[in-house]
């Protein structure tokens, strides 16, 4: 369940980002600072430390997002980091491409895969995503080399795992059960 604190943030980006027609650029944007906050525990402990100044954490953002990110993304990290919430940006992120995505009458997938993926790969994803679940998917590639091999999607709550790691699981608990 999402917290409807999580909600109204996505809402309110969404609204502004639709107002300056930037949409797509602002969800691309907090999704990388989402997995890019999901990939490091020092960046989202520095980022949550209410001990650091907010000059310091400011000058955290700026190096994180570079200076060609948009500024209502910009602007609304700095906000939520001072407001306490940069645990939060994750969820306010995959709420914010679940809101745009039923604005646009899409959905999107994020494909976990132990190495990058070339653009045809993620074009057949899509395809295939887009055949099984009857709507246009947007696939959105995540490097988790957790998962060892193969590939995770979740689209919504749906979650099609064939991760070499699931498999790993699968193939130990039919040998120890």
Known sequence: MVDERVRGYAAAIFE???GEGVVERVESELFRVARAL???D???EALGDIRLPM???QAVIDELLSASAHRLTTAFVSFAVGLGLAGGLEDIADELTAHSAAAQGRAVAEVRSAIPLDQEA???LSRGLSARIGNQ???RVVVDETIMGG?????GDTVIDGSVKKRLERLREAVTG
């Open 16 to 18: 502004m980002a639709r």
């Open 38 to 40: 999901e990939g490091s």
């Open 42 to 44: 020092d960046l989202k």
């Open 55 to 57: 000059e310091r954490k």
């Open 122 to 124: 993620v074009d057949r």
């Open 137 to 139: 998917v947007e696939v």
């Open 151 to 155: 590939l995770v999607a979740r689209v």
